[in-house]
């Protein structure tokens, strides 16, 4: 009797069990290591923010202020102020000025080197298509809105009582053009890790003080207006 052929391979059942146990090896563990790496991105972000603060007090001691406002200067391709200030003379590496779960500029880090671009003075417009300028600004140079966004004029008018009950001015309101701000001042809040949350109510960003605490904040939370008048971003509550 012929012996018969070893059979060799994979029979179409089988290759298609096996796709299928991949596939679904797959859908679980995505969102496992997606997860882990927006943990990981948070967790370098919060360091590269501690580093930064550190920074600008180096730089308010070397000038007695801590730098302006950042602005995008279009003419010269190039932004000026806010952390962008920092580098290189206090910064040694651009990388640290970039949030690492910013997509804005994917494929035109060079670029944004050159421009000195940082994920932590506020969002631009659209780096993709060379549209540089602010969108909003989160370095909180001036005073913060109610949406944690910067103001392009200081905050003025009336003294928040929360300021007066403790007998301090306009000069040590929370915000960077005083020399004097206390130190639970928000110097800056990344805006990077929302687009992991896929409910507006669950979005989170990091946050970083002057006396470098740092922590997560729920954005929905701290920027609601609630009866009083005033969210956190705008009282800096700690």
């Known amino acids: ?17 096996v796709i299928a146990i991949i596939v679904t090896l797959v859908a679980i563990l995505f969102p496992v290591f997606a997860t882990a790496r927006h943990r990981a991105n948070m967790t370098k ?31 010269a391709n190039i ?4 952390f962008s200030a920092l580098y290189p003379d206090f910064v040694d590496s651009w990388e640290a000025l970039v949030c690492p ?4 500029i994917d494929m035109k880090q060079d670029v944004a080197k050159a421009r000195r671009y940082s994920s932590y003075n506020g969002k631009a417009d659209d780096p993709q298509s060379d549209q540089w300028d602010f969108q909003y600004r989160t370095y909180n140079y001036n005073g913060y809105d109610a949406d944690g966004q910067d103001l392009d004029t200081p905050v003025t008018g009336t003294l928040p009582t929360w300021l007066s009950s403790e007998g301090r001015g306009w000069k040590h309101y929370p915000r960077l053009m005083n020399r004097t701000a206390p130190d639970y001042t928000i110097v800056t809040h990344c805006v990077y890790h929302r687009s992991f949350y896929n409910k507006d109510q669950d979005r989170v960003d990091v946050m ?10 729920n954005v929905a939370t701290w920027s609601h207006v609630g009866a009083s008048g005033g969210s956190p971003f705008e009282t800096q509550s700690n």
């Open 45 to 75: 972000c919060t360091t590269q923010l501690q580093q930064l603060v550190t920074a600008l007090k180096q730089y308010r001691n070397d000038y007695g202020k801590y730098p302006p406002q950042p602005t995008y200067n279009a003419t």
């Open 1 to 17: 009797m012929a012996q018969l052929a070893k059979r060799s391979g994979f029979t179409l059942v089988e290759m298609l069990v």
């Open 101 to 104: 779960s910013d997509r804005d």
């Open 79 to 82: 932004y000026t102020g806010g």
């Open 208 to 217: 970083v003080r002057l006396n470098g605490d740092a922590s997560n904040i």
